[in-house]
């Protein structure tokens, strides 16, 4: 079963930083698209930044020019870089992969548990 290790959520005052990251652990045998979420309260979970794995990045209106997300497929690894952090941005930020593993020799799509991001001053 792949696991997906999210940090670096936290609190931070609006104007600030934050950087999420996302390992995949277990035996991966590839990782297509990566993404991250974010879940505010009483709100459906929305798409907020994703890349390929050549590279090719989305993102949500709401973060561009804030936000940027990256990856280390060497590590399995997702990053999201978020700056100018708005109290809007107060979420529940949660890792997605597409991915095909060794043990099921096809694509299928996995999720982390969520890392808290609070944005208040």
């Known amino acids: 079963q792949v696991q997906l290790v999210e940090s670096g959520g936290g609190l931070v005052r609006p104007g600030g930083s934050l950087r999420l990251s996302c390992a995949a652990s277990?035996?991966?045998?590839?990782?297509?698209?990566m993404g991250w979420y974010s879940q505010a309260p009483g709100k459906q979970r929305e798409l907020v930044a994703a890349i390929t794995r050549s590279g090719s990045t989305y993102y949500a209106d709401s973060v561009k020019g804030r936000f940027t997300i990256s990856r280390d497929n060497a590590k399995n690894t997702v990053y999201l870089q978020m700056n100018s952090l708005k109290p809007e941005d107060t979420a529940v930020y949660y890792c997605n992969i597409e991915a095909v593993t060794a043990l099921t020799a096809q694509s299928d799509y996995y999720w982390g548990k969520g890392t808290l991001v609070t944005v208040s001053s």
């Open positions: 277990t035996s991966i045998f590839i990782i297509y698209n």
